[in-house]
């Protein structure tokens, strides 16, 4: 019903920019929240940063100052810009987003995850 695509990731030098993009596909009537995670090889999931109704934005020490999340109502889509990347911030990148939909004619509230994305950070 509701389904969240990531783009945007790949290979990048170290200290060097990604800008990954998170997007609702389905009948959408609100994306609400949104959450990015990463998790690296052999580490658990983290959270990286947070954007909630009204745009207030929440980020992990790690991310502070180099990563800006933010959110186009209009797309249904969330963007991740993380700037200053380093070797250790290579990770599958996730979004996970509080959604509104309609279904039959009602509105219902999922939270559903990415597949997921490739951020690899070398030289």
């Known amino acids: 019903q509701v389904q969240l695509v990531e783009s945007g990731g790949g290979l990048v030098q170290p200290g060097g920019s990604l800008r990954l993009s998170c997007a609702a596909f389905?009948?959408?009537?609100?994306?609400?929240?949104m959450v990015w995670y990463r998790q690296a090889p052999g580490k658990q999931r983290e959270s990286v940063a947070r954007?909630?109704?009204?745009?207030?934005?929440d980020y992990a020490d790690s991310a502070k100052c180099r990563f800006t999340i933010s959110e186009d109502s209009t797309k249904n889509t969330g963007y991740l810009q993380m700037n200053s990347l380093k070797p250790e911030e290579t990770a599958v990148y996730y979004c996970?987003?509080?959604?509104?939909?309609?279904?039959?004619?009602?509105?219902?509230?999922?939270?559903?995850w990415g597949r997921g994305i490739l951020v690899t950070v070398s030289s």
């Open positions: 996970n987003a509080a959604v509104y939909f309609v279904d039959s004619g009602q509105y219902k509230h999922i939270e559903p």
């Open positions: 389905g009948n959408i009537f609100s994306v609400d929240a």
């Open positions: 954007i909630s109704y009204g745009g207030r934005t």
